[in-house]
């Protein structure tokens, strides 16, 4: 991640502003294969915390939805 780097560009009414390449410090890619599975293990807590207080909306009487 030492070599990670990206370039952004603010636009305001008078242009736009390169402030040059900003180091990327941590994190991961979107398109890496790691996203979804990290995405997952931090929605776990939250799954749990619903689960346990029942929260959701019933569908048609019969199962529960809760996010």
């Known amino acids: 991640m030492d070599e ?3 370039e952004m ?3 305001h ?3 736009g502003v390169k402030p040059g390449k ?3 410090k941590r994190g991961t890619f979107q398109c890496e294969s790691l996203s979804p599975l990290l995405s997952c ?3 776990i807590p939250l799954t749990n915390m619903l689960n346990k207080q029942g929260a959701g909306n019933e569908v048609k009487r019969k199962n529960k939805v809760s996010h």
């Open 22 to 24: 900003v180091a990327i």
């Open 9 to 11: 560009c603010l636009y």
């Open 41 to 43: 293990l931090a929605l």
């Open 4 to 6: 990670w780097k990206t």
């Open 13 to 15: 009414s008078e242009g």
